[in-house]
T-cell receptor, first 112, second 114 residues
Framework: DTAVSQTPKYLVTQMGNDKSIKCEQNLGHDTMYWYKQDSKKFLKIMFSYNNKELIINETVPNRFSPKSPDKAHLNLHINSLELGDSAVYFC???????????FGPGTRLTVL | QQQVKQSPQSLIVQKGGISIINCAYENTAFDYFPWYQQFPGKGPALLIAIRPDVSEKKEGRFTISFNKSAKQFSLHIMDSQPGDSATYFCAAWGDDNYGQNFVFGPGTRLSVLP
């Protein structure tokens, strides 16, 4: 009964590949987020979705695209992976926009 | 450009001591200031949060002090325990000319010695 879950936990892939990371929350929250944490532990928000509407879109490359099939899911698709995409990606959710956020366990992406 | 500055980068405290982590921001549009705790291999977890209409908030051993005029806020961990050893992030939410903005500080690695 994990509140925010992500799959896979680890993802190792070659440069140029396309990959997806899935996120699901069972908290009934309206807003979901994606964060990137780099090797220096710096956290940066990438996207957030509120009722299937994008409300924050930081200056991330358009190779990254969030897709929300329903309120409980926010998947992250990454095209043409680059070495610099290697990081830990966290999904999070909150009851409403700007409410306290609950983070998933993270997906460690390694691009070779 | 770091919108939220955090110090120190790392902190070593003896068990039972007080851990103090400081953050400063520039954007006066920020109006919500949470602190997150992250253990290795885990996602960040909300610890405590404050809004600028109060100067202090306490939850158990954790206290946030907020100075609106100085645009600074800090986390105090009283009676620090080895189990508190983790990375702590301050963060700030607000609206600016570009819409909503949510930024994290660079983090402080706290080690509490037994």
């Amino acid at each position: 009964d994990t509140a925010v879950s992500q799959t896979p936990k680890y993802l190792v892939t070659q440069m140029g590949n396309d990959k997806s990371i899935k996120c699901e929350q069972n908290l009934g929250h309206d807003t979901m987020y994606w964060y990137k944490q780099d090797s220096k532990k710096f956290l940066k928000i990438m996207f957030s979705y509120n009722n299937k509407e994008l409300i924050i879109n930081e200056t991330v490359p358009n190779r990254f695209s969030p897709k929300s099939p329903d309120k409980a899911h926010l998947n992250l698709h990454i095209n043409s992976l680059e070495l610099g995409d290697s990081a830990v990606y966290f999904c999070a959710s909150s009851p409403r926009n700007r409410d306290p956020q609950y983070f998933g366990p993270g997906t460690r992406l390694t691009v070779l | 450009q770091q919108q939220v500055k955090q110090s120190p980068q790392s902190l070593i405290v003896q068990k039972g001591g007080i851990s103090i982590i400081n953050c400063a921001y520039e954007n006066t549009a920020f109006d919500y200031f949470p602190w997150y705790q992250q253990f290795p291999g885990k996602g960040p977890a909300l610890l405590i949060a404050i809004r600028p209409d109060v100067s202090e908030k306490k939850e158990g051993r954790f206290t946030i002090s907020f100075n609106k005029s100085a645009k600074q806020f800090s986390l105090h961990i009283m009676d620090s325990q080895p189990g508190d050893s983790a990375t702590y992030f301050c963060a700030a939410w607000g609206d600016d000319n570009y819409g909503q903005n949510f930024v994290f500080g660079p983090g402080t690695r706290l080690s509490v010695l037994p």
